[in-house]
């Protein structure tokens, strides 16, 4: 399974924060309405980046079960997180093999935070099969769709771009990655299951100000584009260079699409 260093988790946060649909999150918190108590379990929690938005809106006590294949970034997890009307569960495993561990005992809601698109078909199948058959609600965010938008245009953005969902759909320790497909593959098989499904756009929406996040994803992205066929290391580096010039020149903009959706039995509505 994939993992991804808590650097790169905390730069991220504010963006992921500021992107998720409020409209969704409103829906999960209303859904929660009257509820004493809630044993949630969050997938790929990383640095606890959901707890933290989710959590001091639900007024019910709560036990937070996150999982994630890195015992470093679940310790950053509870440094970060400060304590209220919750506990932590920590536990380190890779999904790949411990979903049905991870998913073990009473849940009333998981969650699952960019992590959809890292997983194969077969995966998010298995996952899904979990869920309905415990007919537990999923909040699922920041799963990665593969549109973009970048000021000002360059001639290989699109090239670029396209090599970046290339390497999306490559093993990130699943199987071959669902990549920008996943979020409508995942909608699609949990209403198929009886599922009543939320979704909107949580787009990170970066301008001038946004200096260092613009940095690394587009040296993220390079990386991606030199890992995929179609274009020359030279013209990468050259793409590369010239987004990076116009970061320090303060005119750069990049607005990344994601989806956020909340999914829930209809009998249980």
Not at 73 to 91: N, P, V
Not at 110 to 126: H, N, P, Q
Not at 200 to 217: C, F, H, N, T, Y
Not at 229 to 253: E, N, P
Request: proline share 4%.
């Amino acid at each position: 399974m994939t993992s991804f260093s808590a650097e790169w988790l905390a730069l991220r946060e504010s963006y992921d924060a500021r992107a998720r649909d409020p409209a969704i999150l409103d829906a999960v918190v209303a859904s929660a309405e009257g509820c004493l108590a809630m044993r949630i379990v969050d997938l790929a929690a990383g640095i606890g980046a959901t707890l933290r938005a989710l959590a001091p809106r639900l007024s019910a006590r709560q036990v937070w079960r996150l999982v994630d294949n890195d015992p470093e970034l679940l310790t950053h997890a509870r440094k970060l997180t400060r304590s209220g009307a919750f506990a932590i569960e920590a536990r380190a495993l890779d999904l790949n093999c411990g979903l049905e561990d991870a998913l073990n005992g009473p849940i009333d809601l998981v969650t699952a935070f960019a992590l959809l698109d890292l997983v194969s078909e077969t995966w998010l199948a298995g996952l899904v099969s979990e869920i309905v058959r415990r007919s537990i609600p999923i909040y699922a965010t920041l799963s990665y769709d593969g549109r973009a938008a970048i000021g000002p245009a360059d001639a290989l953005d699109a090239a670029i771009l396209a090599a970046v969902n290339r390497h999306q759909t490559t093993d990130k320790g699943f199987g071959p990655a669902l990549g920008p497909a996943a979020a409508d593959a995942a909608i699609a098989q949990l209403q198929s299951m009886d599922y009543s499904v939320l979704r909107g756009a949580s787009d990170w929406v970066l301008g001038p100000d946004d200096r260092e996040m613009q940095m690394k994803i587009f040296a993220n992205w390079a990386s991606a584009a030199c890992a995929s066929a179609g274009l020359s290391h030279a013209d990468t580096v050259g793409w590369l260079a010239r987004r990076r010039a116009a970061v320090i020149a303060g005119c750069s903009s990049v607005r990344i699409g994601h989806l956020d959706f909340f999914a829930t039995p209809v009998r249980a509505l």
